[in-house]
């Protein structure tokens, strides 16, 4: 009897726990799934909120960045205008390293715009200074030189020939003296005044050139197909009627021949003048360009020492480059090189 009393209490209890378990394990099924639900919304809402501020950094880069550009590229626009001559300033109330450029960028162009100013007012002060005193210094040489030719027709019959001699050599340094003074002042002018461009073929214009500085019984060879494009006429037709002129005066009189060349380079025709003379000693070469220089003797017309610097101020104004080959016996051949596209005033005088 208490053995089937002790057998149904452990049944009883065998059952309650069994119910225990499952009630508890129906619990814990519920909790899991609450637990993995909650997971999933939890990484849901990360993802979520990742890709929101993931969006708003992006539309805040883009943002500060379409500012910061839009600031640097009034800098950028500023240095392109002073560069071109236009001297102007940009607001930036921004305190930031940015708005310190804007400022040191207004500040130079401000002072750049007066400088220019002032110096374009220098220059033309100077211009006047020049044309004045040219003119002042001329004066008196042409009175000399007419006095002097006027002693000649009034006393030539009483002139001895030691005279003549010294009335010619007087002459002769007085209109040395009056190409001197047109000289400098060429040389002064170069790069300051106005560009006149125009379309022009190289062809015409040296044709035109020689047939003004070669004497007819010199052979001159220039190539058939010379550019025509646009620029200064009368810059390039000086620098061919400079090396040309040399070019004759340095032949001799054995080898009276005169080459003219030319080749196409990516931004400038490269041309050249060659003649077969003397040529030029190597001691010698690097002083023919500076002003006054001449290898020739000074009492003649022609021997003012201006020539070749008049020609390389005007090659190098318009950014282009002069050199001289040359060997004793060898004659002398001059290149230069001169811009496809004119050359912008400012960039001359910036240069």
Partial sequence: MQKEVGKKMNDQIKTIFREFDRVEYKKREERRAVLTSSLRDSRYFSIGLSIFIMCISLMSAIYITHIISKRIKQMVNLANDIAQGHFKNISDHKNDELSQLSTSLNIMSNKLDKNFTELERKNEELDQFAYVVSHDLKAPLRGIYNIISWIEEDLQEQLTKELRKYFSLIK???????????????????????????????????????????????????????????????????????????????????????????KEEDDFFCFWVQDFGKGIAPEFQHKIFQIFQTLREKDGLESTGLGLSIVKKIVEDQKGEIRLYSQPGKGAMFTFTWPKIPVKPFENAIG
């Fill in 172 to 262: 002769g340094r007085l209109s040395r003296l009056e190409n001197l003074i047109n000289g400098l002042l060429e040389f002064a002018r170069i790069g300051r005044e106005e560009r006149k461009l125009e379309m022009v073929g190289v062809q015409l214009l040296l044709e035109e050139v020689i047939d003004l500085v070669v004497p007819p019984h010199y052979k001159v060879e220039i190539p058939d197909n010379l550019p025509v494009f646009y620029t200064e006429r009368l810059r390039l037709q000086q620098v061919f009627s400079n090396l040309i002129t040399n070019a004759v005066r340095h032949s001799g009189t054995e080898n009276q021949k005169i080459t003219i060349g030319y």
